[in-house]
């Protein structure tokens, strides 16, 4: 099959991989249909990761069903699938809580950037899709997959809500969705940092009433501006870098919620400022598992349309021009078909 590897910083390629097999009764081998680069994919093409090279890229993915292992119950070849980057049981302690993505059995993805993937503990890991998607539908699954689901867990776990003002860190895919969760969730107003005209546009089609284009302290005083000196009940950091975890930490006001999902690199948080900020934060990687059943009935529902924030959508096999087109911000988020 053709699959995408990353060789090094910026070294992007579109190679011949071995076809997936089932190895554990519990895998599933699905045909990928529909997959996408994600802003994290960018860490490592940036050096700012420096993982063991080469590494099969891709961790999100629709699809269709080809083969179970002997333990599959839920699924049978032929259906349509989305599941989460972390692969999860979904029935230890941790799963029925609510927090699949640290599954005591969480395992990674070999790279969905590729025409097919194994899916460990299929069961609990993929969601089965109701009917045929259309192609919007598609795309709006393929953001349910990760940018949907963790701008969703964002917003829950800044308790956005009726009454609230909801501000937004990053205007990348998860935090543009983060906008449109809040919305969902009956924000009062949502205040999207931005300073990109495109994608202060797609904020506003996702919900966002306020657009701030300052950052750092200068975004955290026009926050406060807009909320009587008090900043937001809730803030999403969908980031991950010192000077976003701050502007979001300090665009809340004391006994609110940062829901932080930007996935942290080199953040130090000052301890003494923490404690006297009255400030909750919660976040981490996703468990967008939790969230796909609601989510895949909104999108089939045609009550909401994530699948906006694809602005660009290459073939596989010009995968390196759709990372090097995020890389340089020319788009938001790259589907990759095949
Ligand atoms: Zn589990």
Redesign the pocket.
Known sequence: MRGVIMHGPGDVRVEDRTDPVIQEPTDAIIRVTAACICGSDLWPYRGAEDPQWPIPMGHEYVGVVEEIGADVSTLKPGDFVVGSFFA?????E??RAGY?SR????TGLDGTQAEYARIPFAD?TLVTVPGQPDERQVRGLLAASDVLGTGWFAAVAAEAGPGKTVAVVGDGAVGLLGVLAARELGAERIIAFSRHADRQALARSFGATHIVEERGDAGVAEVKELTGGLGAHSVVEAVGTQESMMQAIRSTRAGGHVGYVGVSHDVELPGLELFFSGVHLHGGPAPVRRFLPDLVELIMHDRIDPGTVFDLSLPIEQAAEGYRAMDERRATKVLLTF
């Open positions: 999860s049981d979904n029935t230890c941790i799963c699949q599954c005591v059995h969480a609990g």
